[in-house]
């Protein structure tokens, strides 16, 4: 495969190289899933789960843990982005601040994407907050002044609604209260995950941008699509979420085809099922026997997504609440064909 010619990401004073980008999700990205993704390499920004600036704060008072969300942020390697959310733009800039000074993260990154219940109706944060445009602007300019010289970047949806897409105008008000970069999933909070990411959307919103790169989300699945959103898209660098949960070699493949070299193939299901038992062992190192199995029954069905006997195995890791227990239904049920 050709080279293409992609330049690194700019993110303030941060350069992002190659620039694509690991997603933040909430319940899957943690330190264990950063440190498997790393050691394949191929993704120039990793991120945290979301955090929950208003839970943070609390912890804060309440002198409890702070969250798990956070696990390993402060001894891993860097650049590091940790995504949080709220509507309140003083909770919003208190918790940016300690990020920066605590735990010296290297982007403090913005929710106004999330679509779900709990976040948008009941929290009124998330994707909700793009029908209030100058509330995200107030978040924005709080947390960019708090968090100097870290920047601070967001991400959002094209809309609430297939009816109201104002991603266009939006952009403007992210840009202009002071945000470092613009990320854009290519669906609305309506459309969830269903359907098909609109790459022609996100495209066009970089002409409502004067100066902060943009970067595009949704259906990034191959190293063939992420190279093909650089040649056919108007984007600055691209950011892989669902695919990588079972296949964290994926940013490894993308980044090799972009400098034109062979993309490397699948890990071998041996190779594979390997990767996804140091996952659990690394979790259960964090969290415990119990907790950690019960954690990795949701990544273990990522890992045996689309091959032949996944919903099978999904079956019976679903149930397993010990070592003992995961590995057995590992060694007797893990897919052995690539087939799905």
Not at 242 to 266: I, K, M, N, S, Y
Not at 271 to 289: I, P, S
Request: glycine residues 6%; aromatic residues 6%.
């Amino acid at each position: 495969m050709p080279a293409t010619a992609v330049a690194p990401l700019k993110i303030g004073d941060l350069t992002i190289d190659p620039p694509i980008l690991q997603a933040p999700m909430a319940g899957f990205t943690n330190a264990a899933f950063r440190q498997i993704v790393r050691e394949f390499g191929g993704a120039g920004l990793l991120a945290t789960e979301m955090v929950n600036a208003r839970g943070f704060v609390w912890m804060d008072e309440n002198e409890a843990e702070h969250p798990d969300r956070l696990w390993g942020v402060g001894d891993e390697p860097r650049p590091l982005a940790v995504q949080i959310w709220d509507n309140d733009p003083e909770t919003m800039a208190k918790v940016g601040r300690r990020l920066v000074e605590e735990y010296r993260v290297s982007v403090v990154d913005i929710n106004f994407g999330c679509p779900v219940r709990q976040v948008t109706e009941k929290a009124h944060s998330g994707s909700y907050l793009l029908r209030e445009p100058q509330r995200m602007s107030a978040i924005i300019s709080k947390l960019v002044r708090a968090c100097a010289p870290t920047p601070v970047t967001a991400k959002i949806r094209l809309g609430c609604h297939p009816s109201n897409i104002n991603c266009n105008e939006i952009a403007k008000v992210v840009e202009e209260a002071g945000a470092a970069a613009l990320t854009v999933h290519g669906r609305t909070a309506a459309d969830m995950f269903r359907g098909n990411a609109d790459w022609e959307r996100i495209s066009e919103i970089k002409a409502h941008l004067k100066n902060i790169p943009l970067i595009g989300n949704g259906d990034l699945d191959s190293a063939e699509k992420v190279v093909a959103a650089f040649e056919q898209y108007n984007v600055d660098a691209v950011m892989i979420a669902r695919a990588c949960l079972g296949r964290p070699w994926l940013f490894a493949q993308a980044a090799a085809a972009l400098r034109g070299e062979p993309v490397p193939p699948d890990p071998t299901l041996k190779q594979q099922r390997d990767v996804m038992l140091h996952h659990y062992r690394l979790v259960v190192d964090r969290f415990g026997e119990e907790k950690a199995t019960v954690l990795m029954r949701k990544y273990a069905c990522c890992y045996a997504q689309g091959k032949r006997g996944a919903r099978h195995f999904r079956t019976h890791v679903a149930k397993v609440s010990t070592a003992e227990e995961f590995q057995a239904v590992v060694d007797e049920h893990f897919p052995v064909s690539t087939d799905g």
